[in-house]
């Protein structure tokens, strides 16, 4: 009987897929694959049993690579399984910002029983009119799964796309490859969807943002630190940029004392609770690979 556990919440619509032959432990020491998210795992003394770790999500960051090098351990991830929900969410956020679309459901609770709400709607709809995406240009850092999936789709609503890579992979068929300078000075709206390293650490910093359009968009979906936080809030306080949306922070759940909420203009920024990946179909995506890897690496030992 293989033994596994989890070191996040997962749910039975994951664990349940398990066979007989596996059974859960919340025994860390007596585990034989180990079931990851998001806790870190750097710290953590590695069981001698253990021969798999298996990520649910793309990156491996939080896990200590070289440790389960030099114990044998195998690590697995998923990279692209929650690649159409996070693109979905990433158009969501293309729109919500361009239009003001919060804003104006603000707007019209606000008014909710007003006696002559149609002749101040009338009046006040153009403050959230907005802009349409078509003819814009969206520029994509770090065209990888999802990325790609961003792009395709943008390209359906007549965004001009264009995408920088920092780790500097060749040019990708069907999109323009430009520098960051270029992508900054350019676009439209700008949407990260790059891995957290060396190369992308703190890359939107205060330089950055001052390169970008008044007019522009930010959003990140993809790795919190990849942002200066700081740097960030005092664009958007100081009009350096027109909007952000986030689904990722420096640190999560949003501490009390973060730059950004001190943004309270939902036409500026909008956050979202790292909810992108987390579709009921990427949640059924994910759990499906890692158990699958980790079932079919056991067997063969």
């Not at 029983?113 to 814009?136: P, T, V, W």
């Not at 323009?176 to 060396?198: C, G, Y």
């Not at 939902?266 to 579709?279: D, E, F, R, V, Y």
């Amino acid at each position: 009987m293989r033994k596994i556990h989890c070191l996040n919440p997962i749910s039975k619509l994951g664990t349940g897929l398990l066979t007989e032959n596996y059974e859960m432990t919340d025994n860390l020491a007596e585990a034989e694959g180990i079931l990851v998210r998001s806790a870190a795992m750097h710290d953590l003394e590695l069981p001698d049993g253990l021969y798999a770790v298996a990520r649910a999500g793309a990156g491996v960051n939080n896990i200590p690579l070289d440790k389960c090098a030099e114990k044998g351990i195998v690590v697995f991830n998923t990279p692209g399984a929650n690649a159409n929900g996070v693109k979905e969410l990433v158009i969501a956020g293309m729109l919500l910002a361009s239009r003001d679309i919060i804003g104006g459901v603000e707007w019209a609770k606000s008014e909710a029983g007003s006696e002559d709400i149609a002749k101040k709607a009338e009046k006040e709809k153009k403050k959230f009119a907005g802009c349409e995406l078509m003819g814009k240009k969206l520029g994509i850092i770090g065209l990888g799964a999802i990325g790609r999936k961003v792009a395709d789709i943008a390209k359906a609503f007549g965004v001009h796309v264009i995408y920088y890579s920092a780790s500097g992979r060749p040019s990708q068929e069907g999109y323009e490859q430009v520098d960051l300078d270029t992508l900054l000075r350019t676009s439209d709206v700008i949407s990260v969807h790059a891995p957290l390293n060396e190369y992308t650490e703190n890359l939107m910093d205060k330089a950055a943002f001052a390169k970008m359009k008044k007019d522009a968009i930010f959003l990140n979906l993809g790795r919190g630190p990849i942002v200066v936080e700081e740097d960030l809030a005092e664009a958007l306080k100081q009009g350096t940029i027109a909007a952000a949306g986030l689904d990722v922070l420096r640190t999560e759940p949003i501490q009390p004392d973060n730059p950004l909420l001190a943004i309270k203009d939902s036409h500026k920024l909008l956050i979202t609770p790292h909810i992108a990946w987390a579709s009921t179909e990427a949640r059924t995506r994910l759990m499906q690979i890692v158990l699958d890897h980790v079932k079919g690496f056991a067997e063969r030992r």
